[in-house]
């Protein structure tokens, strides 16, 4: 019965056209992180965290159904109030296409542990208060199948309004950089993570490309065989000392390591 509502769970996504921007992300170009094509990511969500009276980008994260958001597990911290903002592009400016949005339920990961990131679990669920209007900025990406990996140098892209660089400014404009898939065996040499990256997690970049504060919980996207975009991994963590260090790729939370688990809770909350 469980399979049957999850096919109908993912056939449901796909009526919403998941995966197929209606702006094309410019992928051309890209050699270290820019600026992303206006609303190329329509998936991509802001969530804040308030401060006082006002909100603070804290976080990524993607719209993956009508009323969930998939982000990581270090991005809540109990107590904290969020909201998500879906359809934004540059910070500093009212667009018109940005929807906020209340959160009703907050779900972690039940082995998700703070104190032991290296294990693995970094995901977080965030059902939405209503509905999204999906149009030509807000959409949904695509969820990989159970199980898949990607072949090492996939070519896949990272997005997010993070630090630009190690202790560097935040971006108004989301950014998108090209981050090519790094496969577990190498990944997991001595002179790269070691031990603390498992078969859950996947790996992207390790050159002067990567991730950086900011940009946790937010997508790593990868064109399917199909045309349309899936999210392949959630960005977990990077090198402590520096974000781009060598070696040291981004890590993401394997999203296909962990479809059974989304799918229950998007069933069942």
Known sequence: MLQILIILLFQTVFVFGCGTPAVKPDTNRIVNGVDARPHSWPWQISLQVKHGSRYHHTCGGTLIGPRWVLTAGHCIWPGDVYRVLIG????????????????????????????????????????????PIMNDSVGVACLPQAGEILAHGTPCYITGWGNLYTHGPMPDKLQQALLPVVEYSECSRSDWWGNVVKTTMVCAGGDIVSGCNGDSGGPLNCLGQDGRWYIQGVTSFVSSSICNEVKKPTVFTRTSAFTEWISEVMLHY
């Open 88 to 131: 934004e592009h540059d910070m500093s400016v009212g667009e018109g296409t940005e929807q906020i949005h209340e959160i009703l339920r907050i779900v972690v990961h039940p082995d998700w542990d703070i104190d032991h990131v290296a294990k693995g679990n970094d995901l977080t669920l965030l059902k939405l208060d209503k509905s």
